[in-house]
């Protein structure tokens, strides 16, 4: 018996469901166009075999471990490596068993329904995860892992992504980039510039890997303008490799254009370490507006997603490290905080840049009257704790009124759980398609022209917006 | 074939809409009360035709241009007209044929129902707009434009308004209302008391503006007692002409209520152009609690509006001026902001003091529980980029539980595209008899007291917050 | 006739309702645990018959007076005492007919539906309140109160109330919760810790509560560590009347962790009236973490009920006293305030603290997120003005897909209106089979799941999170 339901996600009414289900006949199959995310490169490079469930499904999904441990267990019964490399679970099949044993929490959640996707989509299990039914579920997914079937890149061709982008920092080598083109394999897997660790004057080691670029670059990065030579030199190279895009994932939205001397003094500061907190923010704001004028010449769309307060926990950090599912939401101003860089560069048309957020206020509020006016500015699918059935409708509802569709850019799957991403790509298709449905059937859209939306928001628009 | 939907905005399952569409055809042709809104009364003064069709519906309606310029459409292209007058598109036609090639970017926008609506119910058009038929359609609203039956008080008969009020500076000597009362046209505009240019220090020729006042008065306006007696004078001119309500669009919706030698003071630092921002702020705030202090003499009832970050691109205001569709909404305090003025009229029975916002997070939150306490305090429908369905259902949903519906006032078109009013009440009627039936189908309401209801909201409560 | 519709609350799709109320059938007559609220243990001491059905109805009842009074009718009028003893309305037939008269105000609102389900489920009134229903209705009501089934311990147990909890202050004697003790009367009255008039240095009598804690519990609580030891004395007391909760109502959630000689020092300035603002703040942030790691040792659950912005009208409080509807819930933020506490004690699995909210936009944003990673974390239901089918349908929405069913406690009635509380449950009953229904029937939920989830929202998680 099938674990999901072949109508889920679609409006309760069976007039309006049938019509959802229509429009999303007509574009659940088409490939997939996945602009922005977190899978490793080195997983297509080497192509080697994933190695047990657990590793595979819970371990690095920091949606899975967060609500397990919110509940009590702890992290090193998840496998969850420590910063002291003291004692954690080695087992897979224990972590899955306790897994398995507590699947009743994500009722209601997203993760429920991307878990369950992955088992009968991916793997082709038939019953409901459970204690009962642990066991025999580790064995067979197990057993497939072994199988050629099952490596990344027969998965890739087999989940129809026509293009996938990983994100490195503005440091790495790409080594894994190179590997893949250099293996004649035709998956398009391009990488993405995110340059945190060389902006952020708060970031680990930020002189040191200013340093770095700078030598990777060729460039003397230590001064203002080799720094930004090296940013353009870093650009082109991550460019080679098929980036399209660059990513910034700042505390707040905050932009600044300050003088030339101005810029140059704050970088000096934050070279030495010598920034206040309010220094180092400006130092980030201003480095939004340099990135953004930088896109204007290679043409990278510029990505912001502002907004999270990172690693809340100051034992769970210390223990384990970052990203451990203690980052936490914060309220987050746009209008004021985006001015500087949209009196720059906001009424240019050869700009793209794609807004995040994680707090929802800000769609109808802001977000949405700023999209649907400035000509360089589109809205991201919702984020991360929003990108779920119920997440996604209130962006439709509160966002489209104000920006329209045409100022969105597709879905994004953001994820680094590989097996996730035709479940998420599916609840996108599907929420879309039933947002479609009430519109046609309360007479705000016709149907001809939903049928047209609904295959821009699935693959046209993420195309052409990241220029896949 | 018709563009609209007979069925729009009703609930989709066939019971509920049922009911929503008994309770509409009881209301929906009631006449317009339009308590708020921004139309021309040159338009009824000199009752000439309008100019064509891209004048009539493209180039004033700023939700249109701003989200046609969001895609990269040149505001120039649009006959938008520049600061230095420099060179702008001209011809209606072209205009048109742009805003219909670019008519897909509406989709699932409140201006397509309303640009919709006027086609269908105005006009007769009953092919969707695009580039095919951009020309046609073209045609067919020119040539109606030049007949009688399109002049703009033939219109204002046809859309079947009781009352409408436009809204003038405290400045404006009232000339087109003079030139509607003396023509013996029997259609009933009022003016509205809007006296941002002589309150807000921040305001263009702030000085200029009270020393104006004052002449037309005549009152010393440059003394503080005389600025009062102006004010009081003009609102009582303000009244000779219909006048029952003032509109405050301040930044925030900060009060004050200051003794009178520190109002007296920053009068004098703002009329020397002297005051700080943060004095700017509190004497605008004080000035709120004195408009209220003066409504509670002579009865006018009060608007407060705030929240609006105007003119947030600095280039588009360098060349296009204000009003370009570059306000953009922020987040806005109401419980701490409005505690002086409450503290000084709230208890009044004999006030009525609408409120508006941008801001959706404080319906719930802030606006419904202070409204469904403070005597004096009423809510304003839904604002400007929430005018819309899902704003208005937003609106029901989380103001009624706490406020009810007896705290609001029906609704505002708050329009400048004249042929749009009917739509917009339309909609209004429309969502909230799909509010109302859903409430009855889920038990909340008896169908007697929805179809009561129903009548309130679109007719009776406008008609007495307003006194029209 | 009857008042209610018996299909109130469910989804209006006639297959999604026929789910909602098979699962509502299976939970309706579940006992009622009340883990929170503030009905008067006096009433289950004495069990003296209630007075008068506006004395049970309607001057106790802030949602109801306080409507009442937005739309101009005074508070005296209504029965509300003055602080000055001033002359207001004694006849409860009077007050009875001003509400029955005006009862279309509450139209939309969850009041209408507690007052009409009290009417028709405890009192069997089956026509609808209105001014000509008025006196036979307040005859009726008015003849069965005097009767022996309708005193507060056979309400209570015909409510079929399994445990309730009372609020007291620290400084309270008990006396009523020790009278129903000794009277052998088997029903389940617990108190909870409300320690605000001992914590908070600007609650009135600060310094005169704290050395009654002292003087009561036999420490000297004028010196820090007496202080606390006069806190675990009491903490002790009260659990000796079945507490097994403390409760803390807060202006913010701020918390601190600090330094014993600087706490002990913001205690001294407490103790003398010479904290700033900010200072007696930080004191009572500071208290919350004393009470959580108190919690950890005497295992009473912790509620944090932030937001509130009290006696919002100077005149009112001045003229009526606190609680008079004017209090207003403002924006409120967690995750920097609450960070201090969760670092001391937020992994800690031995404690519950449940968090409350009068800001929506925390939910999806703050809560969840929150409370889907600490273990010590648990979401209260939806409070106060959000206690209601919108409230609860949005707490549902915007918090289940990241915090799960798991991580929220069941419902609070959270009342003083003795005869709302099964309307109140019934309300939460319906709302959340509503819910899960529409989860089962788009696909998100199995219906062996839904029903399991519904007993453990509408009884299981009250009774464990609260150890009833």
Redesign the interface.
């Given at each position: 018996m099938p674990i999901?339901?072949?109508?889920?996600?679609?409006?309760?009414?069976p007039?309006?469901r049938a019509l959802a289900r229509d429009l999303y006949e007509a574009v659940k199959d088409l490939p997939i166009i996945s602009p922005h995310g977190h899978t490793d490169p080195r997983w297509f490079a080497e192509n080697a075999a994933f190695p047990d469930p657990a590793q595979l499904l819970v371990t690095p999904d920091h949606y899975v471990f967060?609500?397990l441990?919110?509940?009590?267990v702890a992290l090193e019964d998840l496998g969850v490596p420590r910063v002291d490399g003291g004692v954690i679970e080695q087992d897979g099949r224990r972590i899955w068993r306790l897994f398995a044993a507590n699947y009743?929490?994500?009722?209601?959640?997203?993760s429920?329904?991307w878990v369950d996707h992955a088992l009968q989509e991916v793997f082709g299990v038939d019953e409901?995860l459970s204690a009962a039914s642990a066991d025999a579920i580790y064995d067979h997914i197990d057993a497939s892992l072994k199988t050629d079937a099952f490596r990344p890149r027969a998965l890739f061709e087999r989940f129809n992504i026509e293009a996938i982008s990983t994100t490195e920092s503005a440091i790495d080598d790409l080594t894994w980039h190179k590997m893949i083109r250099d293996s004649g394999w035709n998956g398009k897997v391009v990488t993405a510039y995110r340059p945190d660790a060389v902006i952020d004057p708060d970031f680990d080691g930020f002189a040191d890997n200013v340093a770095k670029m700078g030598e990777i670059a060729g460039e003397d990065a230590t001064i203002w303008d080799g720094y930004l030579a090296a940013h353009r030199n870093r650009r082109s190279f991550f460019k080679s490799f098929g980036a399209t895009s660059s990513d910034h994932g700042h505390p707040t939205a905050r932009t600044e254009d300050l003088p030339k001397a101005e810029a140059a003094g704050l970088f000096d500061k934050a070279l030495q370490g010598k920034c206040t907190p309010e220094e180092a923010d400006r130092f980030r704001g201003h480095m939004l507006t340099e990135m953004a004028r930088m896109s204007l010449d290679d043409g990278l769309v510029m990505q912001i997603h502002p907004g999270a307060?990172r690693n809340?926990?100051?034992?769970?950090l210390a223990k384990f490290g970052r990203d451990k599912?203690?980052d936490?939401?914060?309220?987050t101003?746009y209008?004021?905080a985006l001015?500087p860089l949209?009196?720059a560069v906001?009424?240019e048309?050869g700009l793209t840049l794609i807004l995040f957020t994680?707090?929802?206020?800000s769609y109808?509020?802001?977000l949405?009257?700023?999209?649907?006016?400035?000509?360089a500015?589109r809205l991201g699918p919702p984020w991360w704790?929003?990108d779920?059935?119920?997440?996604m409708m209130r962006f439709r509802?509160?966002a489209?009124?104000?920006?329209?569709?045409?100022?969105t850019v597709g879905f994004n799957d953001d994820t680094r759980a590989f097996c996730s991403i035709p479940a998420r790509h599916d609840v996108a298709r599907r929420v879309d398609c039933s947002f479609l449905a009430?519109?046609v059937?309360?007479?705000?859209?016709?149907r001809d022209?939903a049928q047209?939306?609904a295959h821009d928001l699935t693959y046209r628009l993420a195309k052409q917006a990241y220029k896949l």
């Open positions: 999901l339901d072949e109508n889920r996600l679609f409006p309760t009414d007039t309006v967060r609500m441990h919110s509940q009590g009743h929490l994500f009722r209601g959640t997203p429920r329904i409901r307060v809340h926990s100051t034992g769970v599912g203690y936490i939401p914060s309220r101003d209008v004021t001015r949209l009196d906001g009424a048309v994680l707090d929802e206020t109808a509020r802001e949405a009257p700023m999209a649907g006016v400035y000509p500015l704790f929003h779920s059935y119920e997440g509802e509160m489209t009124e104000t920006a329209g569709f045409y100022n009430t519109l059937e309360t007479g705000r859209l016709d022209e047209e939306v």
